[in-house]
């Protein structure tokens, strides 16, 4: 069996292997028998939350049986954000939480993610040991035992007040014009209802859910229809979240683009000001800019890199004992008030930030100058491995010989799409784009071939 897990959980085009019911029932009941604890009969326990994709019923009804078939009782939370999972995973006292969705994927798409009964996703060895009992096949439980299935109503209020509870007590949102989109995915209600219930004159995008439109021309991954919402209402400020509400992208009053480094690098600072910054250090990725990095160092901050995934993120800063992270896509991690990625959460804090320092968003959203950064993306068919073709790995090393000095070369497989991701940054901009481009153009040849 090809390998499951890949960046974040299970992923895929729905009815298209790994994404079948029939997987989603096998991997169900290899995680009910990995997580159900012998001597308790009575109180395993799993939540289960989605995304508003049409496939998530299927896949919702295909987790429930093979989990109930091993003796878990199975939590149902409806549409709600990927962090809610997180948090309801640890606030009601379940030994596992389950995610469905494909993040900032399309609609076709979608995804199975795990959270362990500490609110945090799985270690690559925990997901191993899932993929073996996968493989294997597990015996269900006794006649008996079989698990329950139940609707939780009220999921979506208790994710509002948690974030409601990680803004500044002191603080209202009164006077502030805030353009929201949800990108007709999983915080469609609860994102909206949190900046309303705070004081905000809420302009909401991306709010009518079909099955079919999540990240549809909205959302963190195309910002333009948000931003133009900006300037046509005068906004302060937009937020907008991916499908699962895990990451954020901010627009400022004049509808330009913040992304998750520019972020970081406000939050980092104000924390470090504040003694509030664990380690003095910010964990960030591979894929953040070289100018975040400098920015860091002048103030004192050191920027821890991982692989990309927040996952990893989030690892690491358990192992460093650090309290802020992300990705320069956009998720940002702040264990102080949540186990992953959460896109609302940040984009309370920004406003937050907005309010105590009495400055525009354009204001702070410019933190530093970036250097200059390109990325690439080629795609391949399943089988494929364009990286090991030597002509490839020739034009990977003459790239690197290229920008040493002042730059950097970055080339890895996506792990949640079929994609080779070709990213370089350099201060001379024109030799950037050839270096890139000579990779894009050997990898392009491979995959033909």
Same mark, same amino acid.
């Given at each position: ?11 895929? %085009? ?11 029932? %096998?991997? !169900? ?12 009969? *009575? ?46 995973? @640890? ?77 500044? %007590?002191?603080? %209202? ?60 209402? !005068? ?38 000001? &504040? ?29 821890? @890199? ?14 460093? !004992? ?77 790239? &690197? ?15 949640? &799409? ?15 784009? @050839?270096?890139?481009? *000579? ?11």
């Amino acid at each position: 069996m090809t390998k499951l897990f890949g960046t974040d959980g299970v992923r895929g %085009r729905a009815n298209v292997h790994p994404m079948t019911a029939e997987m989603a029932l %096998r991997i !169900g009941a290899a995680v009910g028998r990995y997580f159900r604890r012998e001597g308790m009969s *009575s109180a395993h326990r799993v939540v289960i939350g989605k995304d508003t994709r049409l496939s998530g019923y299927m896949f919702e009804n295909a987790l429930t049986a093979g989990l109930t078939s091993t003796g878990m009782n199975v939590l149902l939370l409806g549409p709600v954000p990927t962090p809610a999972v997180g948090l309801l995973t @640890r606030s009601m006292r379940a030994d596992l939480g389950v995610m469905i969705s494909a993040s900032h994927n399309p609609a076709q798409d979608n995804g199975i993610k795990f959270f362990g009964p500490d609110g945090f996703k799985l270690s690559d060895a925990v997901e191993a040991e899932i993929e073996a009992l996968v493989a294997a096949g597990v015996e269900p439980t006794e006649a008996s035992d079989i698990g329950r299935a139940k609707r939780i109503d009220d999921s979506r209020f208790r994710y509002i007040e948690r974030v409601k509870s990680s803004f500044p %007590r002191q603080m %209202r949102l009164d006077g502030l014009k805030v353009v929201i989109d949800c990108a007709n995915g999983a915080a469609h209600h609860v994102a909206p209802m949190t900046l309303w219930e705070l004081g905000a004159t809420v302009i909401p995008v991306g709010v009518s859910p079909n099955g079919h439109n999540i990240n549809d021309n909205c959302g963190s991954t195309h910002p333009e229809t948000a931003a133009e919402t900006v300037v046509a209402h !005068g906004a302060d400020v937009g937020i907008c979240l991916d499908g699962d509400a895990d990451r954020v992208i901010l627009l400022d009053e004049k509808g330009q683009v913040g992304d998750g480094d520019q972020f970081m690098a406000l939050m980092a600072a104000r924390w470090k000001a &504040e003694e509030r910054l664990k380690g003095d250090a910010l964990v960030a990725t591979v894929m953040s800019n070289l100018g975040l990095e400098h920015f860091l160092k002048d103030r004192g901050v050191t920027l821890e @890199r991982t692989n990309v995934g927040d996952r990893y993120v989030v690892e690491r800063m358990r192992q460093g !004992g650090f309290n802020l992270g992300g990705e320069q896509s956009g998720h940002i991690v702040m264990t102080d008030y949540a186990t992953t990625g959460d896109g609302l959460m940040a984009g309370m804090q920004f406003l937050a930030e907005m309010l105590r320092a009495q400055k525009p968003a354009s204001e702070l959203m410019h933190q530093f100058e970036a250097v200059p950064q390109l990325l690439e993306n080629v795609r391949f068919e399943t089988g494929q491995v364009p990286l090991e073709d030597t002509h490839v790995q020739a034009a990977i090393a003459q790239a &690197e010989s290229d920008l040493s000095g002042g730059g950097r070369l970055l080339i890895r497989k996506s792990g949640t &799409e079929p994609l080779v991701r070709v990213m370089a940054e350099h201060e001379d901009a024109e030799l950037m784009a @050839r270096a890139v481009q *000579s990779v894009v153009s050997a990898v392009e040849d491979a995959v033909k071939t």
